[in-house]
């Protein structure tokens, strides 16, 4: 089940109360860079590629049925050692954590169901 059929259902059967999110307050990236490139998440049977493009951040993932989505990311946060995205259309967080040298080494991704993934850059 997805995140908004779920929301959708809490708001038909009233399951629980319901509120609108908070809309995200998005902050420049001056290092989308460092952030691009493949991860391997799912012990390698799944790929994550970050991209830019037109100086924003992207991520490409397989969906349903293996077909791939791509979706704007938007920084939310950035502190020592890690920037926070979520993706524009659907429910998804990640979080990039850095080396000393500033480069995204791995990522925490967050899909739609809430899962949690590990993921390590396999290349740039």
Do not use: W
């Amino acid at each position: 089940m997805t995140h908004l059929t779920r929301e959708m259902a809490k708001v038909m059967y009233s399951i629980d109360p319901v509120a609108l999110p908070k809309p995200p307050e998005r902050i420049a990236c001056t290092h989308g860079e460092s952030l691009t490139g493949i991860y391997s998440i799912n012990d390698g049977t799944t790929t994550l590629e970050i991209s830019i493009n037109h100086e924003e951040l992207y991520l490409t993932v397989s969906k349903m049925y293996g077909v791939p989505y791509k979706f704007k990311l938007l920084p939310v946060s950035h502190e020592a050692g890690r920037t926070t995205c979520i993706t524009e259309m659907i429910h998804e967080q990640l979080v990039f954590h850095y080396v000393s040298s500033g480069e995204a080494e791995c990522l925490e991704y967050t899909d739609y169901y809430g899962v949690k993934h590990i993921g390590s850059r396999v290349r740039l």
